[in-house]
């Protein structure tokens, strides 16, 4: 095993001690106007703000490895640190407090690291010391989708009497969910960056789960995904595939 990685803090252990750090920076910016980003989406100032943080500590403990944020990426090479410093920016804008801050820690491409995930707005703290559990059989199952997605009505042709979802904030969020079993699945009809969903979907693997896109489990860490994407126990897959 290389030895830089012997040596190396977990990612858990280090943002310990950022956890304030992010909750002051969240009460310095309470709210804030977005401006767009070339692709169209918005960005805040507070965006800004934790991803310099994230960048500093990226740098200060993690030297070996490339950066990839968001808010700043142009190398792709392993070992890489995956940062969504603000997953759910419109949550955030709204003040709909159902968005995260993300990072995923790769060593190589296949789909294997830390995962970390926060929501400063609820202090729920996801990370690799969650518990993991096995699938249970259940009467009825509950998942969550993104607000957007169903706003579109993109779910309206979804019919089960067995699967039941709520639309939730970012996706980061809601895979810290999944991860933490709050929910049993979560569902998305767009395209991801995989730094919307590095962080999460490490959380998941970490509680026997499996994440799925266009109908086949992925195991390489690439830069976008396409849909549908879904993340549940092995057991649940063919159903819920058949459903969207």
């Known amino acids: 095993m290389d030895k830089k990685k012997l040596l190396r803090q977990s990612l858990a252990k280090i943002m310990f001690g950022l956890v304030p750090k992010i909750n002051q920076l969240t009460q310095l910016h309470p709210s804030a106007p977005a401006i767009l980003k070339l692709d169209g989406s918005p960005v805040t100032g507070l965006d800004l703000a934790l991803s310099v943080l994230l960048e500093n500590m990226s740098q200060q403990h993690f030297p070996e490895v490339t950066f990839y944020s968001e808010e700043k990426h142009s190398a792709w090479k392993f070992p890489l640190m995956v940062i969504d410093p603000l997953d759910g920016t419109k949550e955030y804008i709204r003040q709909r407090p159902e968005w995260a801050v993300s990072i995923a820690l790769f060593d ?81 009809l767009a395209p991801k960056n995989i730094w919307d969903i590095a962080g999460g979907t490490l959380l998941c693997h970490q509680s026997k789960m499996k994440f799925y896109s266009q109908g086949k489990e992925v195991k390489e860490v690439k830069q976008l995904y396409l849909p549908p994407l879904i993340w549940c126990h092995e057991e649940l897959f063919a159903e819920l595939s058949s459903l969207v």
């Not at 609820?122 to 969550?144: A, P, R």
């Not at 706003?151 to 039941?164: E, I, P």
Request: charged content about 25%.
């Open 108 to 188: 190589s491409q296949k789909f294997i690291g830390e995962g970390w995930v926060y929501n400063p707005m609820t202090q729920e703290l996801f990370n690799s010391e969650i518990s993991c559990f096995d699938h249970v059989k259940k009467e009825k199952y509950s998942g969550e989708v993104s607000h957007s997605e169903w706003d579109k009505g993109l779910y309206n042709l979804f019919k089960s009497q067995k699967f039941a979802i709520k639309p939730m904030g970012s996706i980061a969020y809601k895979l810290g969910r999944l991860a933490a079993g709050k929910v049993d699945f979560v569902i998305s």
